[in-house]
């Protein structure tokens, strides 16, 4: 008799992480446990095309992501567009997932405000073939009524998100978790005028930041 391969639901959660906070954090492992994902991949951009450049090296945000990660079994740090040259393009990441995990559901994960944007990406339309999309509600944002992004939340998406688990992309799930309303740009600017930022990052990617002396007016990277 043979036994049923066990199929595994993938997170995939992108971004500069300048720096990684509890934001971060909170969607993955908010999103790991609504979806029933068994990981979540930590994917840093190297230079992403809708914002300016991230102002720590690569090196760093990926020391940073590291230490978020430690003791967390369900993370896991995948610096893959930093080895690709040239700007970061999400759909040539989950070209690759796709071929390392061809029958396996992969959830992108993203906040409201960012899919809501998501007909500026390179390419946009082929995600949803490649991976589901599982989005976050942020605090001010809504759920489009006209548009590209309006029309591909009504062909796509689906309340139940046990959905997702059941074919390995190709659905768009809005899920109410709450996330804190922290971004890296208020780290950045409250860390560069000697600020605290408790509460706003993790106590070990904070000793990363000053261990490297990150995002200091002093630092010669900005």
Request: with cysteine.
């Amino acid at each position: 008799m043979r036994c049923a391969r066990v199929v595994a639901a993938i997170g995939i959660l992108g971004g500069t992480f300048d720096p990684v906070h509890c934001g971060h954090l909170r969607l993955a492992l908010g999103m790991r446990e609504r979806l029933g994902l068994d990981s979540v991949r930590l994917v840093p951009a190297s230079e992403p095309r809708l914002r300016a450049p991230p102002i720590a090296s690569a090196e760093a945000r990926c020391a940073m992501l590291r230490a978020a990660a430690e003791g967390i079994e369900e993370l896991a740090v995948d610096p893959r567009e930093l080895d690709r040259p040239g700007p970061t393009c999400t759909v040539d990441t989950l070209i690759e997932l796709r071929r390392e995990h061809p029958g396996e559901p992969l959830c992108f994960l993203m906040g409201l405000d960012a899919f809501l944007r998501l007909d500026r990406w390179e390419r946009w339309p082929e995600i949803p073939a490649l991976a589901h999309l599982a989005v976050a509600e942020r605090p001010g944002a809504s759920p489009p009524e006209h548009g590209p992004i309006a029309r591909l939340l009504g062909q796509r998406g689906v309340a139940d998100p046990a959905a997702l688990r059941r074919r390995p992309a190709g659905l768009v799930h809005v899920a109410d978790i709450r996330v804190p309303d922290v971004s890296a740009s208020c780290v950045r600017h409250r860390l560069a005028r000697g600020r605290r930022v408790d509460g706003m990052v993790p106590p070990a990617v904070l000793e990363v930041i000053e261990t490297r002396g990150s995002y200091r007016p002093c630092n010669p990277s900005k």
